[in-house]
Each structure stands twice: as C-alpha cells, then as structure tokens.
T-cell receptor
Framework: GAGVSQTPSNKVTEKGKYVELRCDPISGHTALYWYRQSLGQGPEFLIYFQGTGAADDSGLPNDRFFAVRPEGSVSTLKIQRTERGDSAVYLC???????????FGPGTRLTVL | DQQVKQNSPSLSVQEGRISILNCDYTNSMFDYFLWYKKYPAEGPTFLISISSIKDKNEDGRFTVFLNKSAKHLSLHIVPSQPGDSAVYFCAASAGSGNTPLVFGKGTRLSVIA
C-alpha cells in the first residue's frame, strides 16, 4: 500500500508550547524509528520501537521529548516546552524483513519561534 | 564525534560521466552500510546497501564498494544522469536486523547536462 506518512508536513509553534507529530508506518512493518535532521546535517536517531515498546530511546535529547506507539502501528512524537533549538525536520521510518532497509516518510518541518 | 563522515559537501559531474561519492566510518562494530538519496522536501529514499561480508554490491548504474581495512566505502554512479542530482547520505548500523542507522552529513551531487 502507501508509504510512510507523517502529519503535519509543517508545524510552526511558539517557544514553550507543546507539539505532537504523527507517523503512520507502512502496514505490517514492526519496527518504527524517529530521526531528527537539522540544517546541513544528516538524520540523527531519536528513538526506535519494536512493536509497541521502545527498544532504544538513547537518542532522545532530554526529557522534554517522548514518543508512544500504543497499538504497534501509528506513533506520536511529543515535545513539551519547545525551544528554538528544537527546530528541525523530524523524520519517521519503518522497516520489516530486510535488515536495516528503512523506509522514510517525507518528514515534519518544525519551526519554533 | 562523528562516526560516519562524508567529507565532500558537494560534487559536480557532467552527464554521462562517473560520479564517485565517498564515506568513511570510525566504528569497527558497523557491519551493514547503506546509501540513501534525498530530494528537497522528501524523505530519504533507500538506494543500495552492502554487508560487511562483501566488498562490492552492484545494482544497475549504482555500485557500492567497501574497504573494511580502511573503514571506507564509496558509491559509484555510471553513467550519471541529471535526475541523479540530489543529496546522498551514507549510513551504517552495528547489527543486521532492525537497528538505528548512523548517518553522515550528506554530499550534494549535481549532474550537469
């Protein structure tokens, strides 16, 4: 079916606000990843889910960042008390079967004013 | 410290010629390497991969070479086409299966007609 989708495509918010970013993985993919890409950088790992549980959250920069995947499909990345340094493109990827061939969504561009 | 390095931020090549994109890594635990291609406002798209048990993998116009002793890999595109113009990311992982990827900063390839 369809590829990985992410909503919204763009989000502008004010410093201190709370935001939620959504990812719909490819149907049947068990693994889901969140990455963050800042200007001029490659994607940087944030958190990885295998099914419903976070298998590795070592990339989350601090406790303002949290992600859930309650039913093992859709995932939401939540950022509290946003800061200007959180501005970046947040990418979601999913995978199943082929080792490490992750399929990426188009990303959500977050701008914190 | 960057574990995956792409030291050339940009590369220009004439249509029909060979494009060679380079990537170096420092983590000897990496055993799977991938190249992704990214167009503006889109997520990275998987291009080609190579396992550490191989030194070459070919797929049409794209060939990836791995030199484990030098911790170096390269992507060859031949012949280069204008549609190949994009940012190319080298990525690596430390375990086959579903594991987070470590990306380089990318190289912007421009193929001139």
């Amino acid at each position: 079916g369809a590829g990985v989708s992410q909503t919204p495509s763009n989000k502008v918010t004010e410093k201190g606000k709370y935001v939620e970013l959504r990812c719909d993985p490819i149907s049947g993919h068990t693994a889901l990843y969140w990455y963050r890409q800042s200007l001029g950088q490659g994607p940087e790992f944030l958190i990885y889910f295998q099914g419903t549980g976070a298998a590795d959250d070592s990339g989350l920069p601090n406790d303002r960042f949290f992600a859930v995947r309650p039913e093992g499909s859709v995932s939401t990345l939540k950022i509290q008390r946003t800061e200007r340094g959180d501005s970046a493109v947040y990418l979601c990827a999913s995978s199943f079967g082929v080792p490490d061939e992750q399929f990426f969504g188009p990303g959500t561009r977050l701008t914190v004013l | 410290d960057q574990q995956v390095k792409q030291n050339s931020p940009s590369l220009s090549v004439q249509e029909g010629r060979i494009s060679i994109l380079n990537c170096d890594y420092t983590n000897s635990m990496f055993d799977y390497f991938l190249w992704y291609k990214k167009y503006p406002a889109e997520g990275p798209t998987f291009l080609i991969s190579i396992s550490s048990i191989k030194d070459k993998n070919e797929d049409g116009r794209f060939t990836v070479f791995l030199n484990k002793s030098a911790k170096h890999l390269s992507l060859h595109i031949v012949p280069s086409q204008p549609g190949d113009s994009a940012v190319y990311f080298c990525a690596a992982s430390a375990g086959s299966g579903n594991t987070p990827l470590v990306f380089g900063k990318g190289t912007r390839l421009s193929v001139i007609a």
